[in-house]
Each structure stands twice: as C-alpha cells, then as structure tokens.
C-alpha cells in the first residue's frame, strides 16, 4: 500500500520504515500510527523479510505525539468509535512495534532526536544504535502530563534512578548517545552519516544467520523476561525442538561440515 508519512522499502531480507514528517520532528500523527501498523503487519507477512529497521527523516528520530493532532490526554485515540475495540482499552502504544507478537527482530536506527513515545523503539527494539548526534529525553510532566507506558519501560532498560530522573525532570534532563551507550540503553553509537549503512550491515550479519533460529531465540529471551528461570529454561528448549525439526537445522551442520556458507530456507 502507498504511504505519505511514511516510507517502506524491502532490500534483500530486510525492510527499512524511515519516519517521514521531517517538518514535524517525526511527531506520531493518527495517519502516521495506521501505517506504522500496515508497514509492520507487511514486513511480518512478508516471507522474504526476515528483519526490520526503523530510523527517522531530518534532524528528529520522533518527538513523541503530535500535540497538533491528538485529544487533551496527551495519548492518540484509535480511529474507531472511542474504547470499541481492545486495543484502545490497552496501554496506548502509538508507534511502538507489536513486539510481543511479532516474531522479526526489529533493528532501531536513532539518527536525531527521540523522545516521549519515540523512546518505545528504543525500549522494545532488539538492537539499537544511535547517531553520535541523538539526544534522549522524555517531556511528558513539562507540559502537564503523567508520564506512562514510556517511562515503565524505561525503568525496565535503565538503573531505576537514573529512569526516575529522567522522567521527573521531563524536558530539562537529556540523555546524549553516548550516555545512553554507557547506561546499556542503545549498543553503539555511530557516526551520523554512517548509521543507516551500519544499521543494513548489522542486519545482514543477523540475516547471515539461520532465520528460524534468530526467531526462536528472539522469542525465548523476550517470552522468558517475565517469568520464573526454570519456566523461562523450558520455554526456550521448547522453541530449540520446534526449530530442530526444519531443514534450516539439518542445513546449518550439513554447511558446517562442507566448510560452505549455509543456504537458509527458513523452512
């Protein structure tokens, strides 16, 4: 499907969505949250697509919310008739990925500004990197609001204070790249002109992998967070023997042996 706010390309196995309203710091308008969804059901359908990279147009990765275009809560309302359809009952999610049921890592891409729901890819993405020139702050309580379903997950990525300070500060407290590199919140910081080439490098070395593997390994780790080990343990050894039975798992040792780079199917 064509998009405006938006712009979806599939190279090879890996889907690139860039954040397109530069003019708007990328805010989150309801159009641009429709095809935020249509693009990642699209990649997730996609059998030939087997990662996903998000990253921004311009100066901004995403500024959270258009304040322009959304209700007095600060939070954007599905288009449907107001609390008719599950989803709007849940925690609002915006822009963030649907990675609790999505099985395709998701790679963010930082490349300028990232704030209020902005910060969504950076908690739930599977690999982050960040411009040398990305800042990160959250601005809810500047301009009168609760800070929520951001700030929890920020909790969960960052030390508790150093989340606690963030979010009390609101617009005061900004976080550089580098920081957020030190504090574990993104894995590597790049130079700007550099980072959506390291992004597509970084998804082919996880492409060269076996895709059903990555899938089953990406879902025991983010499945096992919330509950006990041992339950965690036998979720993950579940996903192992679903993945034993394809032929991407008879091809990897088959690789290994012939000393050749693996074909992966993802069969």
Known sequence: MPFDTIDYTVDGHTATITLNRPDALNALSPQMITELRAAYAEAENDDKVWLLIVTGAGRAFCTGADVKAIPGDGKVINERPYLSTYDQWEAPQEGTPPFRTMTKPVLTAVNGVCCGAGLDWVTTGDIVIASDRASFFDPHVSIGLVAGREVVRLARVLPRTVALRMALMGKHER??????YELGMITEVVEHDRLLERAHEIAGIVNSN???????????????????????????????????????????????????TPDWQCR
């Open 175 to 180: 976080i550089s790249a580098q920081r957020a």
């Open 210 to 260: 076996a895709p059903l593997a990555v899938r089953g390994t990406r879902l025991a780790i983010l499945k096992g967070l919330n509950i006990p080990l041992h339950e965690a343990e036998m979720l993950a050894e579940s996903f192992r023997e679903r993945v034993t039975r394809t032929e991407d798992a008879l091809e990897g040792p088959k690789a290994f042996i012939e000393k050749r």
